[in-house]
């Protein structure tokens, strides 16, 4: 059987930040650099490395600076050329007339209505979903959203990354109820929002990676809010189980919770060790700074 492809993926980037503040009080979190390259950047890379040809950025007030980063940066650029300068680190930032699409989430009423938002740029075809803050490092050219759509051409429907955490952690995110596994492929059979701690049906979460059927569209169009007193998507996608093709891909790759402090500084270090340019400095550096009694506490 043959399915419609994956040309579309919607970036959720209207949220506030607040848990980087003071940077993102003017600072959009998804420009936040990773080494040197904005988070928004690696996610649009991911996307288009997944076959992606539009990309859809539900933004917010404030978020102004998104759009500007994938514009031309005329001053930057005829600046540099004059001066006879590389601009290959530049590759990427510009998004082709027409294949990027900017709208509002006016209310802050959660991840399910900033993606019903984009409703009718997504229309009747299946589209991704990536958030970028979530940081997913696959092996070149195995992205997680490529992991995804590969497996997406073999059983189509719906489907969300699977990520395994630790039980406890488990109430901060949307959790898979699985059913029969099948090598990276693990049917859902549920999914809960946040559960009550010692609830979770297992420790399979949701880390902001999804492909859906346009049905979704009309489900977030009528639902109520849920947890948190927000739309939720996993109480739409939950809503689609049993109707239509429903797995989660476990991923290959390192995933990094960039919404947080602490997992953004492990993205940092994390691919400044696999640079060419500054690995083995970053790694003398870091070992001097643990010391020799450090890295013995660290083992």
């Known amino acids: 059987m043959s399915y419609k492809p994956i040309r579309k993926a919607v970036f959720p980037v209207a949220g506030l930040g607040t848990r980087f503040l003071p940077a993102t009080k003017s600072v959009p979190k998804e420009l936040l ?23 859809i950025f539900v933004t917010g007030r404030g978020k102004g600076a998104i759009e500007d980063y994938f514009d031309m940066a005329f001053e930057a650029e005829a600046t540099q050329r004059e001066r006879g300068k590389d601009l290959s680190a530049l590759d990427g930032t510009r998004l082709s007339p027409g294949n990027a699409v900017f709208l509002r989430q006016q209310e802050p009423l ?63 995110y949307g959790v898979i109820d699985p059913g029969q596994r099948d090598g990276a492929l693990t049917e859902v059979k549920g999914l809960v929002e946040k559960p009550a701690p010692g609830t979770a049906p297992s420790n399979l979460i949701l880390p902001g990676r999804y492909i859906l059927q346009p049905e979704v569209m009309k489900i977030l169009e009528t639902q109520e809010k849920g947890a948190g007193g927000e739309i939720q998507l996993t109480d739409a996608m939950a809503s689609m189980i049993g109707t239509q093709p429903f797995h989660g891909v476990t991923f290959d790759g390192r995933r990094f919770d960039c919404g947080s402090k602490a997992g ?15 690995g083995e400095h970053i790694r ?7 010391g020799v009694s450090g890295i013995a506490a660290a083992a």
């Open 264 to 278: 953004y500084i492990e993205a940092n270090l994390a691919l400044a060790l696999d640079r060419e340019d500054m």
């Open 33 to 55: 650099p990773v080494v040197d390259r904005p988070l928004i950047q690696y996610a649009v890379d991911e996307a288009r490395e997944a076959g992606i040809e539009q990309m």
């Open 110 to 172: 959660g991840l399910g209505h900033a993606i019903w938002c984009a409703r009718d740029i997504v229309g009747d075809e299946p589209f991704a979903i990536l958030l970028p803050d979530e940081f997913m490092k696959g092996a070149p050219g195995r992205g997680c959203l490529k992991q995804m759509v590969d497996a997406y051409d073999r059983v189509g429907g719906n489907l969300v990354c699977a990520l395994e955490v630790p039980m406890a952690d488990t109430p901060s």
């Open 284 to 290: 003398k550096f870091a070992l001097a700074e643990l």
